[in-house]
């Protein structure tokens, strides 16, 4: 099985930054889209950025209006976001995942991924 470790998570000011990082291991993941997730109380799980391991493509939300920047390092199997300005809307679990069978090259769905790591809690005061 994959498995998916996220760290990086903390308390920042508004207009701090942070980098997230997700360890990835289990077996190889030439083929996989990865993502990052986020979940505020009371909220639906929202994408965030998506990238695929064989090309380095990348894709965002659109809310996110450039602020973050999703990166892999191939060697390592670990996916990165980094997050700057950050907003207190920002505050919220992030999660990673993975999806090991993409039907297209990226996808905003949930359910389309089939791993996920455990979260990461990032708090965004005023």
């Known amino acids: 099985q994959v498995q998916l470790v996220e760290s990086g998570g903390g308390l920042v000011q508004a207009g701090g930054s942070l980098r997230l990082s997700c360890a990835a291991s289990?077996?190889?993941?030439?083929?996989?889209?990865m993502g990052w997730f986020r979940q505020a109380p009371g909220k639906e799980r929202e994408f965030v950025a998506a990238?695929?391991?064989?090309?380095?493509?990348?894709y965002y939300a659109d809310s996110l209006k450039g602020r973050f920047t999703i990166s892999r390092d191939n060697a390592n199997n670990t996916v990165y976001l980094q997050m700057n300005s950050l907003k207190p809307d920002d505050t919220a679990v992030y999660y990673c995942?993975?999806?090991?069978?993409?039907?297209?090259?990226?996808?905003?769905?949930?359910?389309?991924?089939?791993?996920w790591g455990q979260g990461t809690q990032v708090t965004v005061s005023s």
């Open positions: 995942a993975a999806d090991s069978r993409p039907i297209m090259m990226f996808t905003i769905l949930p359910n389309r991924y089939d791993y």
């Open positions: 289990g077996r190889t993941f030439s083929s996989y889209a």
């Open positions: 990238i695929r391991w064989s090309s380095g493509r990348t």
